[in-house]
């Protein structure tokens, strides 16, 4: 069983930067793709960020691309999220989830996930 804890989310302003930290514990988690989710109240969950294991090939959406970079340490049992340029449009609940490819975490179907880290952007 794999345990995934965020942190790291909290309050900043329009244009700043977050550094998101997802630990897995339990079991490694080296051999899974691995991916960022959020959601907003009231609304749908939004795929983020994905990275496949060995932490070479990334995907990101539009909405997102070239302001977030998602990396990993498979020393560390460890995935990261680097926010930039943040927008008040990027408050969400932020959550980590392990699957087994990037096609199916991007599609939604996640092995494990975490309980999320905040995150607010104020105008």
């Known amino acids: 069983q794999v345990q995934l804890a965020e942190s790291g989310g909290g309050l900043v302003q329009a244009g700043g930067s977050l550094r998101l930290t997802c630990a897995g514990s339990g079991r490694s988690i080296s051999n899974k793709s691995m991916a960022w989710f959020r959601q907003a109240p009231g609304k749908e969950r939004e795929f983020v960020a994905t990275?496949?294991?060995?932490?070479?090939?990334?995907s990101y959406p539009d909405s997102v691309k070239n302001r977030f970079t998602i990396s990993r340490d498979n020393s560390k049992n460890m995935v990261y999220l680097q926010m930039s340029r943040l927008k008040p449009e990027d408050t969400a609940l932020y959550y980590c989830a392990a699957g087994v490819t990037m096609r199916s975490l991007e599609g939604g179907t996640m092995d494990y996930r975490g309980p999320g880290t905040q995150v607010i952007v104020s105008p």
């Open positions: 990275i496949n294991w060995s932490g070479v090939s990334t």
